[in-house]
């Protein structure tokens, strides 16, 4: 299905809404006590995800927006590992046994960062102290310098799931955004991967890249679907220099303009579709017996800050430096910056410093938000103004993109790449000039 390009309907900066409240709206009232609080309220049979950050990265590229520093002293690893397990431990007792860990995802930064050995140190600790020895497992995996003493780390702990940040397959690209990677690097993981019982391998590519052609798109999705990849998370690359200072290392006056981005954003998904891949969401694809796309036909699809996921948890504990927990009344952020992360767990506190309260009516704005980009349509209960959103989404009918059937709200199936937009007509923290956040497309 081809896609109409209405740039009026594209011009507002929108939020990735992984959360809601977004993390924009976080604030620094937020304290050791809250995240106890929290934890007191897990319940003794509910099922729990953990997220642990490792902050370090072996190369630092010029478009992460991630909180991530350079792997480039071995103290400074293995102070934070060791402050990691603290942490893991003041969470444990907190929970004294309650809540059930369905899942584990490291994320970063890069985990690879951290030596094998370290890692099955890691991952003994958390089983250990949550008594999570059949958690699933995921990671994300920086393809460069992954080697064969990783994959086999990656077995003996049966990690099942594995992320790889390609981001493109174009030299020239890879150079203007810091991230030179052979293809034979991450054919080679890949290969790494497959033998160490990984099941599901995603790949992270990016459009809209500096000096990004349709070519060098459609030949970066060539290769990845000639390499048999499960999930593809195709993303639009955001330049918000103003919020992340090494990406004024790339250069502006060679970024695809809108009607670029949307072409190329078009181009990804013909092709990925059109290769037997089935899409998720605006932005996600995966084959079709996938439990991300078994998640989306059977209407239990969800969003959390890894983006649409099939996890069924409603609390996701973060554990490290940056990492957010979600909880169903709240959002918490562990403090950024490592000095004082190491500080608070020293003391025997909890490191949560940013955050929001969600209150009744949040919830209920998010978990329309959260269905409209996983199902594609949501009832408006009473507490929301019904007349206040179809006034706001009035361009959006005016083109044939959503439809309203009594109080139900539904996107059009040509109305894909403005989900995002439409679903911001039920924000209540944005303002229209908020330059936050980057191109809805």
């Known amino acids: 299905m081809s896609w109409t390009y209405h740039p009026d309907l594209l011009a507002r900066p929108i939020p990735r809404y992984t959360s809601y409240p977004t993390a924009a709206e976080f604030h620094d009232r937020i304290g050791s006590d809250d995240m106890a609080e929290a934890l007191d309220r897990v319940a003794a049979d509910e099922t729990v995800s953990l997220y642990v950050h490792i902050p370090y990265c072996r190369e630092i590229c010029w478009y992460c927006g991630c909180n991530t520093g350079a792997a480039n002293r071995t103290r400074r690893l293995d102070s934070y590992l060791e402050r990691l397990e603290d942490e893991i431990a003041l969470v444990a007792a907190r929970l004294d046994g309650r809540g059930r860990i369905g899942r584990i995802a490291f994320g970063g930064g890069s985990p690879n960062a951290i030596a094998p050995a370290q890692f099955d140190r890691l991952v003994a600790t958390i089983r250990r102290a949550f008594q999570a020895d059949g958690a699933i497992l995921s990671i994300e995996i920086d393809p460069r310098g992954f080697a064969e003493d990783w994959a086999a780390a990656l077995a003996r702990n049966r990690v099942s799931r ?5 981001q493109t397959f174009a030299p020239a690209i890879q150079a203007a955004i810091g991230r030179v990677q052979p293809m034979e690097d991450v054919v080679h993981t890949v290969a790494q991967l497959r033998s160490a019982g990984v099941g599901s391998i995603n790949f992270d590519l990016m459009y809209g890249l500096p000096g990004q ?17 499960d999930r593809i998370a195709l993303f639009g690359y955001a330049h918000v220099p103003h919020l992340i200072p090494r990406q004024r290392r790339i250069d502006a006056t060679v970024l695809p303009d809108a009607a670029a981005r949307f072409a190329q954003a078009e181009l990804g998904h013909a092709m990925l579709t059109r290769a037997g891949y089935a899409p998720v969401g605006f932005d996600h694809f995966a084959k079709p017996g996938d439990a991300l796309v078994i998640a989306a036909r059977t209407g239990t699809l969800r969003r959390n800050f890894q983006g649409f996921t099939e996890d069924p948890a409603r609390t996701l504990i973060g554990l490290g430096a940056t990492a957010i927990s979600e909880f169903p009344d709240r959002l918490l952020q562990n403090e950024k910056n490592t000095g004082r992360y190491h500080m608070l767990i020293g003391e025997g506190r909890f490191a949560a410093t940013r955050g929001v309260h969600r209150s009744r009516l949040d919830r209920i704005h998010g978990g329309a938000i959260e ?14 103004d019904a007349a206040a959103i179809a006034e706001r989404l009035r361009p959006f009918r005016d083109r044939g993109l959503v439809t309203w059937i009594g109080r139900t709200l539904a996107i059009a199936p040509a109305a894909l790449p403005y989900a995002r937009s439409i679903a911001a007509a039920f924000d209540r923290y944005r303002a229209p000039d908020d330059r936050r956040f980057s191109n809805a497309v």
């Open 162 to 166: 594995a992320s790889l940040g390609v």
């Open 371 to 384: 269905a409209l980009l996983t199902r594609g349509r949501t009832t408006l209960p009473p507490e929301i």
């Open 213 to 229: 052609s349709r070519d060098d798109l459609a030949d970066t999705i060539e290769r990845t679907i000639a390499l048999d990849i």
